[in-house]
């Protein structure tokens, strides 16, 4: 079988951007004598800080996510306060607290409290 030689003609007239780039920066210059050494600090220093800067992005990202958590956690214990609270005021009112204590046998006064007054001494 023949090869398809238009084929491969079209697949190395084709420029990508990296090739483009690569031709435009001209890396193969840099290389020519080995790796350069004396940049490798600066480049370490860079991934550091590009390292760092991703890990405190998720970071914050996880810490905003705990706070719309406990924000809506805030908000349903709120309810839940309000609703309680709301309860507690109306079972705690007088004809309230009369009709349950009167299943036990209890009967309100209908006589006012009085004040006891003790002279000096007495006591």
Do not use: W
């Given at each position: 079988?023949?090869?398809?030689?238009v084929k491969q003609?079209?697949?190395e007239e084709r420029k990508n951007l990296f090739s483009m780039m690569g031709n435009a920066i001209k890396v193969d210059k840099i290389?020519?004598?080995?790796?350069?050494?004396?940049?490798?600090?600066?480049?370490?220093?860079?991934?550091?800080?590009?390292?760092?800067?991703?890990?405190?992005?998720?970071?914050?990202?996880?810490?905003v996510r705990r706070i719309g958590k406990l924000k809506a956690e805030v908000d349903d214990l709120r309810a839940d306060y309000t609703t309680l609270k709301a309860d507690?005021?109306?079972?705690?009112?007088?004809?309230e607290v009369a009709k349950k204590v009167s299943q036990l046998g209890l009967e309100e006064s209908s006589v006012p409290p009085y004040k006891i007054i003790l002279k000096d001494g007495e006591y």
């Open positions: 079988m023949a090869e398809n030689t003609q079209q697949r290389f020519e004598e080995g790796l350069p050494v004396k940049y490798l600090p600066y480049v370490l220093y860079i991934t550091g800080i590009i390292i760092f800067y991703i890990g405190n992005t998720h970071y914050s990202d996880k810490t507690l005021m109306y079972y705690s009112k007088q004809s």
